[in-house]
Structure formats: C-alpha cells, structure tokens
T-cell receptor, first 114, second 116 residues
C-alpha cells in the first residue's frame, strides 16, 4: 500500500462544467502522475509533477491542467469537461529508490461526462 | 519514441492450464525498465514485477514467471497452473530515466479469463 487516495471515486457531470480530481499521498514521494485509462489504449499519461509547483505535460494533456501546491496533493482539473474526457483516471507515485522507476497507483476515479 | 505491444487482446483458458502473455517493446534507450501490472475486475492496478534492461535473468515467483529477451525486445509473462483468481487484465509497461519524468508507456492490455 503506497498510501495513495483519490477523490472523488466516482463522478457524473455535464458537458461544459469544471471538474477537479484530487490525488493525495502520505509518504512524501516527489514524483506524481495522472493517467487516463480507455478501452484499446491502455493507460496514457496526462500530466506529471516532479515537485511542489513543478509540473509538465504528458502525451494527452489537451483540456487538462494540474497543480501541486503541497507535496502530498496533486490536482487534475478539467476546465470545461467534454464527453471525450469520460474515462477512468489513475494517480500514481514513483518510488524514491534509485534504479527502480516503480510506480504505484491509486484506486482510480471513474468520471462520466454527459 | 517508446512503444509497447500486447498483441493478445483476450485469452481464455481452463483452470490449471499454463498461459503465456506476450509483450514486445520498442525503445532507443539503452537503459530502461519493464513492468507488468495486473488489473482485476475490482479495477485497481497491482504491480507485479520490474525488470531493468541490464538484467536479463528470468524470474520466477510462485506460479508466475517472466522471460526477458533483449534480442527480441520481448518481456513475456507465464502463469503456470492458472486459477480463476488469475482472471484480470494484464498490462505490460516500459519506462526510462529521461522521458517525461520516467513516465510509463503501457501496452493495450490482455484480458485473461480463467474458466473453472
């Protein structure tokens, strides 16, 4: 258990509304990630963070923004949700051990945009 | 660019059969890491194994074994004497030190169904 929680776990929203997903970790990991999972695509990286206020884009970042004001929290925001953003969103942390790159995942958030 | 291919979308076996899940990867990096994750019907992602590019030793953990071959860019996963509880989606993934904070590049996953 890597001490990762995500909230909410499920959300249904309407097109055009803003949505914020929260990832919280308790073990002071430096690297945090947001992925989305869609059928036929596996998981794809949206954004990641390598420290407080340090973030960068992944391969599917359009329509998403992130913020990390504290080590333990990494927020993913959909400024104006679209139906194409219906997905399962996973947060992950990377272990600090050198030469491992192992990532552990939160339980996921299922988002439906109507 | 990195790429992971899991050509088997779905596999169905009968309990106690052995099953191998294939994973082929592409990368230009000399140092990289390969992973397998399990996603049971409950939806969480469970880490199974990591293998470094400089370590081609195969690994066995109980009924699970992994065969890493750099010559064919493959990292295959075998379950011996499969059980119903092995039913899940299995993902192979790749990362390196330099790309996007060591992000994981995932294959599309293989749905394994083990029937009683």
């Amino acid at each position: 258990d890597a001490g990762i929680t995500q909230s909410p776990r499920h959300k249904v929203t309407e097109t055009g509304t803003p949505v914020t997903l929260r990832c919280h970790q308790t073990e002071n990991h430096r690297y945090m990630y947001w992925y989305r999972q869609d059928p036929g695509h596996g998981l794809r990286l949206i954004h990641y963070s390598y420290g407080v206020k340090d973030t960068d884009k992944g391969e599917v970042s359009d329509g998403y923004s992130v913020s990390r004001s504290k080590t333990e929290d990494f927020l993913l925001t959909l400024e104006s949700a679209t139906s194409s953003q219906t997905s399962v969103y996973f947060c992950a942390i990377r272990l600090r051990l050198a030469g491992t790159n192992e990532q552990f995942f939160g339980p996921g958030t299922r988002l439906t945009v109507l | 660019a990195q790429k992971v291919t899991q050509a088997q979308t779905e596999i169905s076996v009968v309990e106690k059969e052995d099953v191998t899940l294939d994973c082929v990867y592409e990368t230009r990096d000399t140092t990289y890491y390969l992973f397998w994750y399990k996603q049971p019907p409950s939806g969480e992602l469970v880490f199974l194994i990591r293998r470094n590019s400089f370590d081609e030793q195969n690994e066995i953990s109980g009924r699970y074994s992994w065969n890493f071959q750099k010559s064919t860019s493959s990292f295959n996963f075998t379950i011996t004497a499969s059980q119903v509880v092995d039913s899940a989606v299995y993902f192979c993934a790749l990362s390196n030190e330099e790309t996007s904070g060591s992000r994981l590049t995932f294959g599309e996953g293989t749905q394994l169904t083990v029937n009683p």
